[in-house]
């Protein structure tokens, strides 16, 4: 059963664009959400984070957006680069803070 | 470099087989999560410890066993392998038991089983 879906596998963006990758999850128990970025052949990094408590953080470029009615957030990358090219997984983690739910992942191409 | 070490870094067996995947997690991370990507699925979390005790358990096959030993690196076994074995096997450590915050991933070992 995925608690995390994201349901685009992939997106396609010109550069100097805003990119929005979608994220959504069934568990109203979740209360931390993170982006990972994985390039081929390297291990997700970790990207940006926001909690339950939160509607919006923002990190230079990369904004995510929390709604929590709806179990969705989104990760606004603007502008788009084409570094930014890697597939993006949404993970939730709940209040017991030992499991992270993992999405399908989004891969993302910015094109110059 | 995220500081955490997979190795191998590729593996290629047959069927039946058993392998042992390493994993050793940032200077000064206690905690070691496991995790197992197939194609065109999400990150599978398989098994945590910390501090050498198993602290949470994921969708873990009975095949499937894992443990950490005092020095803090962590080996994955995988026995009788089974051709849906095959996939990329993640490391990821973190400081803490319980943790709102990130995981450091390791490069990833990738299996696969003939």
């Known amino acids: 059963d995925q608690q995390v879906k994201q349901n685009s596998p992939s997106l396609s963006v010109q550069e100097g664009r805003i990119s929005i990758l979608n994220c959504d999850y069934t568990?109203?128990?979740?209360?931390?959400f993170l982006w990972y970025k994985k390039y081929p052949a390297e291990g997700p990094t970790f990207l940006i984070s926001i909690s339950s408590i939160k509607d919006k953080n923002e990190d230079g470029r990369f904004t995510v957006f929390l709604n929590k009615s709806a179990k969705h957030l989104s990760l606004h990358i603007v502008p788009s680069q084409p570094g930014d090219s890697a597939v993006y997984f949404c993970a939730a983690q709940g209040n017991t803070g030992n499991q992270f739910y993992f999405g399908t992942g989004t891969s993302l191409t910015v094109i110059p | 470099d995220s500081g955490v070490t997979q190795t191998p870094k590729h593996l290629i067996t047959a069927t039946g087989q058993r392998v042992t995947l390493r994993c050793s997690p940032r200077?000064?991370?206690?905690?070691v999560y496991w995790y197992q990507q197939s194609l065109d699925q999400g990150l599978q979390f398989l098994i945590q410890?910390?501090?050498?005790?198993?602290?949470a358990k994921g969708n873990i096959l009975e095949r499937f066993s894992a443990q950490q030993f005092p020095d803090l690196h962590s080996e994955l076994n995988l026995s009788s392998l089974e051709l849906g074995d095959s996939a990329l096997y993640f490391c990821?450590?973190?400081?803490?038991?319980?943790?709102?915050?990130?995981?450091?991933f390791g490069e990833g070992s990738r299996l696969t089983v003939l």
């Open positions: 200077s000064g991370d206690l905690s």
């Open positions: 410890y910390y501090n050498g005790e198993e602290r």
């Open positions: 990821a450590s973190s400081v803490r038991a319980t943790n709102t915050g990130e995981l450091f």
């Open positions: 568990n109203s128990m979740f209360d931390y």
